[in-house]
């Protein structure tokens, strides 16, 4: 996937009035909007436009974090669509927080099969549509401490595949298309002083989901996760190491689209997204993020990961590595918001350009 920055804007709401503080400020938000050309071998060009308000809400005061909802639209000469919101919400003192995202794919995607050595020759293209829906409500518990519940819904259909291709010849569950909803637990430890784009602090989040026919799903599995970060200031340059491991494990019977799949725009960058999948996924990444002049800033990242079907066959020699470099563009000081790009490598000639609104994690 290549995306192309075409202008950018970053406008707040006008200039304050003299009466207004900095938290009335604050309170009114800001815009980004970043219109791009698009183009991948599956779609072709494309276009569309990502974007971004950052907010708090009335009455928040200054130690509350910035709320942010982001969401883009791109659409295809392939007549392919893509919509995807996402939002971060901080209620005043924080009280509550609110996470989750929304998405409708009608979207081409390369499928290669279940496992972590998979040859290229199994390369082919499936077309489905997809709707997604995950959304998380924490309670603050300790000034540090988060827990709540999720909710998650992911929907497959229209599926249209090459009936002598992989999908079709191993028909995998949930191949011809499914539903499942799933309620779970959440627990998160949260220290960050940014949300979009971190300089100190860490981060530790805790999920187990459970996907029943009593919640309308059509298959019975659970699935666990783990995310840790953590961000260190190197100098008083704005030199900054961001260090990320993540594990997702899964139980049950899996769809073939559930099932974990390494490789995407946050994580084992250079890889395309499912070229490996497996029902538990291990990954680990380091990133180097410095400023050079003005709003530009640089990064180097490097990471490592794998996939397997139990945690006892994970082995040293599997491993896959990713590792890159990006440019960083920052459209609002205030909130540290940067346009991002990056170019990341992986095992056998993978390669992938990426461009997103604040930083991989």
């Known amino acids: 996937m290549l995306l192309l920055t075409l202008n950018l804007s970053a406008r707040g709401q006008g200039p304050a009035a003299p009466a207004d503080t900095s938290a009335q400020q604050a309170q009114k938000g800001s815009w980004i ?17 990502l974007g971004m ?21 791109l659409y295809t000469l392939n007549k392919q669509l893509l919509i995807s919101p996402k939002y971060t919400l901080f209620t005043n003192g924080e009280r509550y927080m609110l996470s989750g995202n ?8 390369l499928y290669y099969g279940i496992g972590n050595d998979l040859p290229q020759e199994n390369e082919e293209l499936v077309d489905y549509s997809y709707f997604r829906a995950e959304n998380k409500f924490l309670k603050k518990l300790t000034p540090s401490i988060f827990g709540g519940i999720q909710w998650n819904l992911y929907s497959m259909f229209g599926v249209d595949s090459d009936p002598e291709g992989v999908l079709a010849q191993t028909q995998p569950l949930g191949w011809r298309g499914y539903r499942t909803s799933g309620l779970g637990l959440v627990v998160a430890y949260d220290t960050r002083d940014i949300v979009v784009n971190p300089t100190a602090g860490a981060f530790l989040e805790l999920t187990s989901t459970h996907n029943s026919k009593a919640l ?8 666990y996760s783990l995310d840790a970060r953590k961000y260190v200031r190197l100098n ?3 030199h900054i190491l961001a260090l990320q ?3 997702q494990f899964t139980r049950g019977s899996v769809p073939f689209m559930e099932v974990p799949a390494l490789g995407n725009e946050i994580i084992m960058r250079g890889y395309y997204e499912g070229r490996y999948r497996d029902k538990q996924y291990v990954a680990a990444q380091a990133e180097y993020r410095l400023p050079l002049f003005w709003r530009i800033g640089a990064v180097g990242f490097a990471g490592l990961g794998d996939v397997a079907p139990s945690l006892g066959d ?10 890159g470099l990006g440019a960083r563009f920052m459209v609002n000081k205030a909130e540290r918001v940067n346009i991002r790009v990056d170019y990341g490598w992986g095992k056998g000639g993978s390669s992938g350009f990426y461009l997103e609104i604040t930083e991989a994690f």
């Open 102 to 109: 929304l998405a409708y794919f009608k979207f081409p995607q």
């Open 53 to 73: 308000h950052l907010f708090k809400f009335r009455g928040a005061d200054s130690l509350t974090r910035t709320s942010n909802v982001q969401a883009y639209a």
């Open 33 to 49: 909007v970043l219109p791009v050309v698009y183009y991948s071998p599956e779609t072709r060009f494309g276009f569309g436009a």
């Open 245 to 247: 491991a993540i594990g």
């Open 314 to 323: 994970f082995t040293l020699a599997s491993l896959k590595p990713s590792y």
């Open 236 to 238: 008083k340059k704005g």
């Open 216 to 223: 309308g799903s059509q298959f019975v599995y659970s699935r």
